[in-house]
């Protein structure tokens, strides 16, 4: 429970720096914890939690999974295989939420889609709305490359109301802007998709996530030019 407590805090912290400095610590906390893992394995094998270990990989395949997506998934990988050996269940869950999008990302959809169905179980089960937020998304985001749009809408807004819940902020931030840019390429809705393009840019230049904010800002510049204003564009 400590471990939870302090993983807590530490994102907190996270939240606050760069991608970069992010990554840095992330990187050094998880050399850390191997290196006291084995000084406690040695010690005493029988009492070692790597919960705390879980986590960190669990958070550097988070940082890289947008820009490395193979170091991610073996990050993913391992968290997942040691958050089943400790039946550490929220660090299952989080595992194969990285899991579901990495696949997303590499457009394996069907084992995306498994992934993130199986995240949102286990995180329906320890009602931890963070998760079921980012699961959601996730699945939201597999309807729409699999053209079933209206469901994608549904599951996209499930995911928002979720993470405004949770005060999740990249799932809010990264789902307006899937909101914003299903609007605009889908049902040519302008109005719709300028409406939550706007509350996406908004929302993550206060949170400071300056990938989402680039995300918002090149659908409004497709928005714009759909409005005839190349030269705002």
């Keep these: 429970y400590s471990c939870i407590k302090a ?3 530490l994102k907190f912290l996270l939240s606050m720096l760069d991608s970069r400095m992010r990554l840095f610590i992330l990187i050094f ?25 879980v986590n960190l990989l669990n958070g550097l395949a988070t940082s890289l999974r947008e820009t490395d997506h193979d170091v991610a998934l073996r990050y993913a990988e391992e968290a997942y295989q040691l958050a089943r050996e400790l039946e550490y269940l929220k660090g299952k869950a989080t595992a194969l939420g990285n899991l579901g ?10 084992k995306a889609l498994q992934l993130s169905i199986e995240s949102m179980k286990i995180a329906e089960e320890l009602g931890d709305k963070a998760e079921m937020a980012r699961a ?18 549904a599951e996209f807004r499930k995911a928002l109301a979720l993470g405004y819940e949770a005060r ?6 990264r789902t307006l802007n899937n909101m914003a840019y299903l609007f605009l390429s889908v049902n040519n809705q302008v109005d719709s998709a300028e409406f939550y393009c706007r509350q ?34």
């Design 136 to 153: 959601m998304n996730s699945i939201a985001a597999v309807s729409f490359e699999q053209k079933q749009y209206t469901k994608a809408l």
């Design 168 to 173: 999740e902020d990249k799932v809010v931030g």
């Design 29 to 53: 906390l998880l050399l850390l914890c191997r290196a006291a893992t084995a000084i406690a394995l040695q010690a005493n094998p029988s009492k070692v939690n790597d919960t705390s270990r």
């Design 101 to 110: 999008w990495i696949y997303y990302r590499k457009a394996d959809f069907v």
């Design 200 to 233: 996406a840019v908004a929302y993550t230049e206060r949170t400071k996530d300056s990938y989402l904010t680039s995300f918002g800002l090149r659908t409004m510049g497709d928005i714009l030019i759909q409005r005839g204003k190349i030269d705002e564009a």
């Design 7 to 9: 993983w807590v805090a």
